[in-house]
């Protein structure tokens, strides 16, 4: 029997639809960052557009994530020794956790001096595009620790779950470069 296989009583349904899951969920959010990025090449036309010096700890943030994303495919290449797997997994956690903090002071930054949602339209973009990725970012430390405890289950789930994770991490990372490099030349 192969090693995806269930065995007899642990359930017929496929891990499948979690990865399915994972997918549109990417794609909705592609859709939503492209309107925004959408909306904010059209506002950038306008008069009172001023450009925002962008705080420093982004470029930080943007090695921390992409190390986060490292390391969670470290964990996914470990998946058969469970310590080691989990142990990459808490890394990552916490790496998340620092990106999180990170752009929470990028945020304080801003507000020390005196650019705030409403503050212009650049700034709201600003806040806007990085407080949403942050939230979809806490989604994704909700799903590791998700993982986290599902790597003791049956080996079939347990892949499934970091591979799930993984796709939806790797991608909250390439959208991240994505919006560092709309925020750097746009605003």
């Known amino acids: 029997m192969s090693s995806t296989a269930l065995q007899p009583g642990q359930g017929s349904q496929s891990p499948a639809p979690a990865l399915s899951g994972i997918w549109v969920a990417v794609a909705a ?3 939503s960052f492209a309107a925004f990025t959408s909306s904010l090449i059209i506002r950038q036309a306008s008069e009172d557009w001023r450009h925002l010096v962008l705080p420093g700890i982004l470029y930080l943030n943007t090695v921390i994530i992409l190390a986060s994303s490292a390391t969670l495919e470290i964990a996914r290449k470990r998946s ?3 310590a080691a797997m989990r142990s990459w997994l808490y ?15 990028a945020w304080h930054q ?3 001096q005196g650019l705030y949602l409403a503050s212009s339209p650049n700034s709201s973009f600003f806040y806007v595009l990085t407080v949403l990725h942050a939230l979809h970012v806490m989604g994704g430390l909700i799903g590791l620790v998700y993982t986290i405890r599902r790597a003791a289950s049956i080996a079939v789930w347990r892949v499934a779950a970091i591979d799930a994770t993984a796709v939806y991490w790797h991608f909250l990372a390439a959208l991240w470069v994505y919006l560092l490099l709309v925020l750097r030349t746009r605003l």
């Open 29 to 31: 959010i592609t859709m």
């Open 80 to 82: 058969s020794d469970l």
């Open 110 to 112: 801003l507000r020390a």
């Open 91 to 105: 890394f990552t956690l916490g790496l998340g956790v620092a990106f999180v903090a990170g752009q929470a002071f």
